[in-house]
């Protein structure tokens, strides 16, 4: 169990979310479904699942604009007006992006992996938000494994650790099992929130839209 919250002894609602560290809707859409979870009162836990947006991205990452460009043919004024959305949607929830020129797009293989070990210590989730923050809040270089490892240290995990599994790769098999497993069952975009492991949510829907999915499962459990 990765993050939750229960108050009676019923089953809690699971919750398992798809989603990569660089996708700004996947922070947007967690951050909506959390104030939905805490306006319906929802008992529920939440497991998080790794996916890749740009798996063949260079391991030195890329300028984000220039990625925009080229893989979805946007001029600088879409990108510019796409940021502007994002930025409000964020405020809208209470995170902080802050684009700028030099913000990039990285490979996240190595992320992946250090989220896996932290599971293993059941801090997973922790880990998740403050990647979520490094990478879209301040500009952290979230290709560089000291980087990472500093990140691990500061939510309170073993630093020399978590640098030791980005040097070894020694869960890079189980992470790309895991990544084909949900490309298997037709994930092809995040983030996709699975309900339950019935009702699948794809994208950021909004508070109301999440607390009106809840209130349907409560009604659908009754």
Request: charged share 25%; net charge negative.
């Amino acid at each position: 169990m990765e993050h939750s919250k229960q108050l009676s002894s019923d089953q809690p609602l699971r919750i398992d979310i798809v989603s990569d560290v660089v996708c700004p809707w996947c922070v947007v859409g967690y951050r909506q479904l959390a104030k939905a979870l805490e306006q319906t009162d929802t008992d529920y836990e939440i497991h998080w699942h790794p996916f890749e947006l740009n798996p063949n991205m260079p391991s030195a990452g890329q300028n984000l604009r220039e990625h925009i460009m080229e893989k979805y043919g946007s001029s600088k004024a879409e990108s510019d007006a796409s940021r502007v959305r994002m930025t409000e949607a964020g405020n809208e929830v209470g995170f902080t992006f802050n684009f700028d020129d030099d913000t990039r797009m990285h490979n996240t293989f190595d992320l992946h992996q250090l989220l896996h070990w932290a599971d293993q210590q059941g801090r997973m989730h922790d880990l998740k938000q403050a990647l979520f923050a490094a990478h879209f809040t301040h500009g952290r270089n979230i290709s560089d494994k000291e980087v990472l490892a500093d990140i691990a240290a500061e939510i309170g995990l073993d630093r020399s650790e978590a640098l030791a599994v980005l040097e070894d790769q020694r869960f890079a098999q189980e992470v790309r099992e895991t990544e084909k497993h949900w490309q298997q069952q037709g994930i092809q975009s995040v983030p996709a929130i699975i309900f339950n492991e019935r009702h699948l949510v794809s994208g950021a829907q909004g508070v109301e839209n999440y607390t009106q999915i809840l209130k349907q499962l409560a009604d659908m459990a009754d």
